[in-house]
């Protein structure tokens, strides 16, 4: 014990840096993490430091200043330093958590608010409650059989797609019905629609359009060929914790019920412009509400930006090229509004042209397959010349992330692939297909992201 207090007495003291600021006076040498009084200039300070990887210590002195202080601190939100915001929560001397202000997609930059008294803050990332299993290495998604000559692999992506892409609208606007639904369907590419379904708020001087097309966003619903996405009840952030699990909370619950059978797993995205006070951490309600954090990462195609056409053709050819997740949204779509009609569609023919190359898809279904993907792994089973049963073992949490996976298999050159016959354990058969122009023969076929054995034959 006493040795562990003198070295971390030690590190406190002096092994990490210690700094006064008051003002704008900023410095980089809490690894990134930046701690001032906003828009401030009298006679209070700030002494910051920073005792371990993810926890500053913020102490006040307020001097002779009578009046309650802000206190904005900036996190990194990329590079080595990053902190995960999401699990970020500021606690007092006592350890009670304090309620922080942050923008609705700026969840790193915080606002504490603080009594004018000599007090010690700690800003801190807690430790999610469900820990992330060990996560199977990358190599271990592909397996290469000797006996049998044949290997086989987790696809990158859904149909062994080289890029995947989705197609973003935020705030339930009458153009994504009258507009962006009808255009989607035109080309058969799935959207993500960031829905606001509140009723009349009386905080907020927003009209709800959600509510009044409600039966078309019904219709829509049960057709199921757009995903929705929560952009919370009224687009307009949260005073206190109870008002922000409302937000977040009854807007799943709305998105839920118009789709009974499918998985709880939504987007979220809180919204630009909002502010949101709460003394818990982003995870508390992602996870309450079985959501992910879909507001980063994302290029706006509000045509105000300038040249959208163009720039999303060499964002796509970027993704394609990375083989990664491609992610663009839009506000109102046609005359007078952030897209005109004529950009919009320039973007829908864009991904037609490289249609062979992508999985257009809905955010969430997108998330799920990487999240599958990411705790999945493939081990065999046993083998000899004329057969391979191996078997999948997918960790995450099955009634959730229901998105099939790709399985791809490699024939040997003395395989024909019409002899070839993949069977799942109930030595039920699957259909394949062969991916045109592979060569040695390529097999595709989905299944369940469930633990499960697989058999390949050569009849
Ligand atoms: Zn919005």
């Given at each position: 014990?006493?040795?562990?207090?003198?070295?971390?007495?030690?590190?406190?003291?002096?092994?990490?840096?210690?700094?006064?600021?008051?003002?704008?006076?900023?410095?980089?040498?809490?690894?990134?993490?930046?701690?001032?009084?906003?828009?401030?200039?009298?006679?209070?300070?700030?002494?910051?430091q920073r005792i371990d990887r993810y926890k500053v210590?913020?102490?006040?002195?307020?001097?002779?200043e009578s009046k309650e202080l802000a206190i904005r601190i900036e996190l990194p939100n990329t590079g080595p330093n990053v902190w995960p915001a999401a699990d970020v929560e500021v606690i007092d001397s006592k350890g009670r958590a304090l309620p922080v202000r942050r923008n609705g997609i700026e969840w790193h930059n915080l606002l504490l608010t603080v009594p004018a008294v000599q007090s010690t803050y700690v800003v801190h990332v807690v430790e999610p409650p469900n820990l992330q299993p060990q996560l199977p290495a990358e190599n271990e998604r592909h397996i290469a059989d000797p006996v049998s000559g044949l290997s086989s692999a987790i696809a990158n992506w859904h149909d062994g797609q080289q890029a995947a892409i989705s197609i973003r609208f935020d705030d339930s606007h009458e153009t994504h019905l009258s507009k962006a639904i009808p255009l989607l369907r035109e080309y058969g590419f799935r959207g993500t629609f960031m829905i606001n379904p509140g009723e009349h708020d009386p905080n907020s001087r927003r009209r709800f359009p959600f509510q009044e097309h409600r039966t078309e966003w019904q219709a829509c619903a049960k057709r199921n060929d757009q995903e929705f996405a929560n952009h919370t009840m009224h687009h307009r952030g949260a005073l206190n914790d109870a008002d922000m699990e409302y937000q977040i909370g009854a807007a799943s619950k709305i998105i839920w019920d118009l789709f009974p059978s499918q998985s709880k797993l939504l987007a979220l995205n809180l919204g630009g412009g909002t502010q949101w006070l709460t003394t818990k951490t982003l995870r508390h309600y992602l996870d309450k509400y079985y959501l992910f954090d879909a507001s980063s990462g994302s290029m706006g195609m509000d045509d105000v930006y300038g040249n959208r056409p163009s720039a999303f053709r060499q964002h796509l050819q970027r993704h394609i090229k990375n083989a990664g997740w491609c992610r663009i949204h839009y506000h109102s779509?046609?005359?007078?509004?952030?897209?005109?009609?004529?950009?919009?569609?320039?973007?829908?023919?864009?991904?037609?042209e490289h249609k062979s190359q992508l999985w257009i898809a809905g955010m969430a279904d997108i998330y799920k397959y990487q999240t599958e993907r990411k705790h999945s792994k493939l081990t065999i089973v046993n083998s000899d010349p004329h057969h391979l049963s191996f078997k999948l073992l997918c960790l995450s949490d099955a009634e959730l992330y229901n998105q099939p996976l790709t399985l791809e298999v490699t024939l040997p050159k003395s395989w024909p692939p019409k002899r070839v016959l993949v069977k799942n354990s109930q030595n039920k058969a699957i259909t394949t297909r062969i991916v045109q122009g592979s060569n040695p023969t390529l097999l595709r076929f989905e299944v369940d992201p469930l633990e499960a054995t697989y058999n390949i034959q050569l009849e």
């Open positions: 014990m006493y040795r562990v207090s003198v070295l971390t007495c030690l590190l406190i003291g002096f092994g990490l840096p210690n700094f006064a600021v008051s003002g704008e006076s900023l410095s980089d040498n809490l690894a990134g993490v930046k701690v001032r009084l906003d828009k401030y200039d009298g006679p209070a300070t700030v002494h910051s210590r913020i102490d006040v002195d307020p001097k002779t779509i046609g005359k007078n509004c952030s897209s005109s009609e004529t950009n919009f569609r320039k973007v829908l023919e864009t991904i037609k």
